[in-house]
């Protein structure tokens, strides 16, 4: 079976400081996808990246990065410099595998970034 | 412009009813899907669709039902059977039903049973 496991449920920074949120998987199939969304106080999820398996390339984004690792299967994300405006739950996700193009979503993180 | 449209955005229901959530997109995707997200927890499908007059059970579907009539419409319906109805539902779609499939979502509808 597919799983997603973010193990930080809530992180607290104080504006411009760097934080990183972790996310690790599992799936026995060699093409998946990751994926991750923010959910800001409004409600709806939005896409932020997504990375196929066979692309272990690390991504930059202004002040988002993205560490994908398959040796350890985790694909962690970075902000730099965070800011208020940061303040979200993020989440990773997965599709691929034996749950076929359904994406499976991790619990969560809740990032609290304080002026 | 083009999006997802969820209503209402807050729903009271007694225990026994019947409630319909309303999803609505006009960005022409195929595919559409129902999440329910709890506190604490990540997002659990409930339904999905991948194309018209098609649609498949997700992982907690029992006390749920759903009809896609149309492309751009895909309304949930929460039953006097799903136990602990209360919860944030998300509604979302995508171009295609596909691995790499980005999610659109709405802002959501957030039930309470009273």
């Known amino acids: 079976a597919q799983k997603v496991t973010q193990a930080q449920t809530e992180i607290s920074v104080v504006e411009k400081e760097d934080v990183t949120l972790d996310c690790v998987y599992e799936t026995r199939d060699t093409t998946y996808y990751l994926f991750w969304y923010k959910q800001p106080p409004s409600g709806e999820l939005v896409f932020l990246i997504r990375?196929?398996?066979?692309?272990?390339q690390n991504e930059i984004s202004g002040r988002y990065s993205w560490n994908f690792q398959k040796s350890t299967s985790s694909f962690n994300f970075t902000i730099t410099a965070s800011q208020v405006v940061d303040s979200a739950v993020y989440f990773c996700a997965l599709s691929g595998g034996d749950g076929g193009f359904k994406t499976i979503f991790g619990a969560g993180t809740r990032l609290f970034v304080k002026a | 412009d083009g999006g997802i449209t969820q209503s209402p955005k807050y729903l009271f229901r007694k225990e026994g009813q019947n409630v319909t959530l309303s999803c609505e997109q006009n960005l022409n995707h195929d595919a559409m899907y129902w999440y329910r997200q709890d506190p604490g927890q990540g997002l659990r499908l409930i339904y999905y669709?991948?194309?018209?007059?098609?649609?498949q059970k997700g992982d907690i579907a029992e006390g749920y039902s759903v009809s896609r009539e149309k492309k751009e419409s895909f309304p949930l319906t929460v039953t006097s059977a799903q136990k602990n109805p209360t919860a944030f539902y998300l509604c979302?779609?995508?171009?295609?039903?596909?691995?790499?499939?980005?999610?659109?979502f709405g802002e959501g509808s957030r039930l309470t049973v009273l």
């Open positions: 669709s991948q194309i018209v007059n098609d649609f």
């Open positions: 990375r196929n398996s066979f692309d272990e």
């Open positions: 979302a779609s995508s171009l295609g039903a596909s691995l790499a499939g980005e999610l659109f």
